[in-house]
């Protein structure tokens, strides 16, 4: 008898970026928890930490101090992703880590031929093991993340919910639409999403709303709440999930693992899954 799953699998990876210019809104958070939650769906997931600050490949568990090969290795060196890929600590989680000599990389790219295209064709060579790419881009709108954009299907834009949050919004949805213009046509908002919400404050209720108001569909049903759990998790070097999945922000981002799923039609039952031998 075949066993009965509910979910599907792509032939070849969803590329997703989460990107945001702004620091401080949660970014790197939700690329780590956003990745572990779909590994944990049992998707096939890879998480390519394209910040310098490689606080993607440290949240997951790795020392710095014992990575020998990163994307700067795949970016300038070309090295393969395949030889660069690093095992998490949860199945179907795999990470492409990230080195501080990422920060000089936007220099020696400068005179390469479509140096915009570079990680779209590394990630090209291991899209077809994956249903997951989530890439974490550093907060700035360099070579670097415009080379992130080029590569993926799709956005994520965290928002923090404060006074600020729409400063700087209209200057990353500018970059994705001059991306689109000129480099990737196909590239989509996923979602803006919403983070470090403290419903007992009357500010981030407005924020919100006035998210809401201004880009209506853009914006994710999911809301990440200000979470000491969430918080504390990159500390021991694990997602959340694994670190105390009974959080308000573990089931925050199950919960948008499960809304992007909905969206990119990906949660019903396979047809051939429906019959029985």
Known sequence: MRKITSTIHLTMAK??????????????????????????????????????????????????????KSLYDCMVNEAQAKDVLLKTAIPHLDLIPSHIDLVGAEIEMINYPNRELV?????????????????????????????????????????????????GLGKLLNTVKIVQNRLNPDLKIEGILMTMYDGRLRLCNQVVSEVRRHFEDMVFSSIIH??????????VGKPVILYDSDS??????????????????????????????
């Open 15 to 68: 590329i997703i970026g989460v990107a945001n210019q702004k620091g401080g809104v949660g970014k790197t958070t939700t690329a780590i928890n956003l990745a572990a939650s779909l590994a944990i769906l049992e998707f096939r997931t890879l998480l390519v930490d394209a910040d310098p600050q490689a606080n993607s490949t440290t949240g997951v568990g790795f020392d710095l101090q014992n990575i020998t």
């Open 248 to 277: 308000k922000g573990a089931v925050n981002y199950l919960n948008l693992a499960k809304e992007i799923l909905q969206k990119n039609n990906m949660t019903r039952i396979r047809q051939e899954d429906k019959v029985m031998e």
């Open 226 to 235: 200000r979470n000491t759990r969430l918080s504390e998790a990159p500390s």
């Open 119 to 167: 990680m779209k064709k590394i990630l090209e060579s291991v899209a077809q093991d994956y249903d997951f790419i989530i890439i974490d881009c550093s907060p700035s709108l360099g070579l670097i993340t415009v080379n992130a954009l080029t590569a993926a299907n799709s956005v994520v834009i965290p928002v923090q919910t404060e006074f600020f949050a729409l400063e």
